[in-house]
């Protein structure tokens, strides 16, 4: 049996329910309740065809609408990938200026204005794995440093990665998680947010483990974190 452990000083969990003003946004949450992201994995994959690798479809829309149904103060999306040689796993969705087609745009606009019309917030997760791209989609992913991955727990493989060069980080990352963001805020998106966790991209350049770098984006916790220090126009 699980031991209980009591809890001396209660929190009144009303609170929960209150509305939640974002201070830079002024957007409003209905409540504290959020909807973690969780990659659907419903997007099709085929590098070969663009038209559909990648795009987002009904059944998106159809989940997402349920969730805010479910009375979710904030929902948030799954990975967004900001590069198609990068994703976290095939099936993840994708926006990129190569693969930005209005039939696309159309799909994300009906996911972000079904969960809306709940009065809850959708918010993006966008990301680029780095390394951490599965050896079928890339065998030489970029990253902060040429430190490989492992075969993980679950027996999936990776590649070799190659070091971004410092203006490679502005073309290849920087710039696109712009422009993702961008084609978001366009379709109704309330905000995104950074995946900079679970040994992804920004994560591989924040942690010391894999960022070796000597140059400005490497060494000191200030150089590692710069490139969240985005400026970039698309």
């Avoid at 994995?41 to 829309?61: F, M, R, Y």
């Avoid at 989940?63 to 993840?92: C, I, Q, R």
């Avoid at 079904?114 to 680029?128: E, F």
Wanted: glycine fraction near 8%.
């Amino acid at each position: 049996m699980t031991k209980r452990i009591p809890v001396e000083n209660p929190v009144d969990p009303k609170i929960l329910g209150d509305s939640l003003i974002f201070p830079t946004s002024k957007k409003v949450a209905k409540n504290r309740f959020m909807k973690a992201p969780l990659s659907e994995n419903l997007a099709k994959w085929d590098p070969t065809n663009a038209e559909i690798s990648g795009a987002p479809s009904d059944l998106h829309v159809n989940l997402y609408e349920k969730w805010a149904a479910g009375g979710f103060g904030v929902v948030v999306t799954g990975n967004v990938l900001t590069d198609e040689m990068h994703l976290e796993s095939p099936g993840n969705t994708i926006i990129t200026k190569e693969l930005d087609f209005p039939q696309r745009r159309e799909i994300w606009k009906k996911i972000a204005s079904r969960a809306k019309q709940h009065g809850t917030l959708i918010i993006a997760q966008i990301s680029n794995a780095g390394r951490q791209t599965a050896l079928i989609v890339n065998p030489h992913p970029f990253s902060s440093s040429e430190v490989p991955l492992k075969r993980d727990a679950y027996g999936r493989e990776y590649g070799t990665p190659i070091a971004l060069t410092e203006e490679q980080i502005q073309t290849e990352i920087i710039q696109k998680f712009v422009y993702t963001s961008k084609v978001l805020f366009e379709c109704g998106f309330d905000g995104i947010e950074l995946h900079g966790a679970h040994g992804y991209l920004i994560a591989q350049f924040l942690s010391r483990t894999t960022n070796k770098r000597t140059d400005k984006y490497g060494g000191t916790p200030q150089n590692r974190a710069r490139i969240l220090n985005f400026n970039a126009k698309v």
